[in-house]
């Protein structure tokens, strides 16, 4: 009992402090401090405390409470859930942007990746033809070889021929006056 009257003094001094000051917007605390304060009283402004409590009253005072408290709670997720969501979104935009980018960029590589294979393309075709240009002219170099010395045989076939034909009519000529 004698914890209860401390409190109740409090109370008054609390009460003229709130009395004395000047108007001004309340703040949340106060505005729960007031709702506190006039639940404690009923119409007839009697304390609430000082008139005998059921167990019903004080039970649909603590559920009145606990409904309070789960609003209060599912207010918070609900913005919670608002600002993840919000978020989320932001995230999505964001990551979609950089993917948009990402694809742009992977578009110039690849055309200048073909770019690049076309050129290898052309070296290596210029590089083989070139390579088909130089086995062609070294079998060409080796037919116009071969035919100089089939020239040279015939020439000097030719030459040993027109001797050959020198000495027969030299020989038939003697042979002729030797028959005469």
Do not use: C, F, W
Not at 100 to 114: F, H, P, T, W
Not at 159 to 174: F, M, Y
């Amino acid at each position: 009992m004698s914890s209860y009257y401390p409190r109740t003094k409090d109370l008054t001094r609390t009460r003229r402090s709130v009395a004395d000051s000047p108007p001004s917007s309340p703040s949340p605390t106060d505005k729960n401090y007031r709702h506190d304060r006039l639940s404690r009283y009923d119409s007839s402004g009697e304390s609430v405390t000082e008139k005998p409590l059921g167990r019903t009253s004080s039970y649909t005072r603590r559920e009145t409470r606990l409904a309070a408290l789960n609003q209060q709670e599912q207010d918070s997720t609900r913005t919670d859930y608002k600002k993840m969501y919000a978020e989320a979104l932001h995230e999505n935009e964001r990551l979609k942007s950089r993917l948009q980018g990402s694809k742009q960029e992977l578009v110039k590589i690849r055309a200048q990746l073909e770019k690049v294979t076309q050129r290898q393309d052309r070296i290596s075709e210029r590089s083989s033809v070139l390579e088909s240009e130089k086995r062609e002219k070294q079998v060409l170099e080796k037919r116009v070889s071969d035919m100089e010395e089939e020239l040279k045989v015939l020439t000097e076939l030719k030459s040993d021929n027109q001797r050959l034909k020198d000495e027969n009519g030299a020989l038939i000529r003697v042979i002729s006056k030797l028959s005469k």
